[in-house]
C-alpha cells in the first residue's frame, strides 16, 4: 500500500508563491503509475489539480492552472512537488496528494474514485 504524506502548506498573499512536496512510501515496481494533486475547498467537489507519471514524468494540467503551477517529482527522493505561483484567493483549499496504479491521461487522471491512495491534505490560504 502506497502511502502519502503533503507537506509545505501555509497563507500566502495573493501573487506569492509555495510549494508543496509529497512523500510517497511503500512503493513498488508498478505502484505508483500516477501521482497527481487535488484541491477542495469548503462546500465544493474535490477537484483535480495536477498530474505526473512516475516514471515517464508526462505531466497533465487542469485548464485554471496551467501557466502557473508546476508539477515534478524526484524519483531518488521519492517526493512529487507542486509549485505554485501568482495565487490567487480562488486557490485556497485544502491539498491532496493522490497515487493511482494504472495509467491516465488529461482528463482521465480526474476521477477521483481511480485513485487508491490518499494523503491527509496540506492547506493553502491565499489572502487578498
Known amino acids: 500500500q502506497v502511502q502519502l504524506v503533503e507537506s509545505g502548506g501555509g497563507l500566502v498573499q495573493a501573487g506569492g508563491s509555495l510549494r508543496l512536496s509529497c512523500a510517497v512510501s511503500g512503493r513498488t515496481f508498478s505502484n505508483p503509475v500516477i501521482v497527481s494533486w487535488f484541491r477542495q475547498a469548503p462546500g465544493l467537489e474535490r477537484e483535480f489539480v495536477a498530474a505526473i507519471g512516475w516514471a515517464s514524468a508526462n505531466t497533465y494540467y487542469t485548464d485554471s492552472v496551467k501557466s502557473r503551477f508546476t508539477i515534478s517529482r524526484d524519483n531518488a527522493k521519492n517526493t512529487v512537488y507542486l509549485q505554485m505561483s501568482s495565487l490567487q484567493p480562488v486557490d485556497t483549499a485544502l491539498y491532496y496528494c493522490?497515487?493511482?496504479?494504472?495509467?491516465?491521461?488529461?482528463?482521465?487522471?480526474?476521477?477521483?474514485?481511480?485513485?487508491?491512495?490518499w494523503g491527509q491534505g496540506t492547506q493553502v490560504t491565499v489572502s487578498s
Open positions: 493522490a497515487s493511482r496504479d494504472s495509467y491516465c491521461s488529461g482528463n482521465r487522471c480526474s476521477v477521483v474514485d481511480e485513485y487508491g491512495s
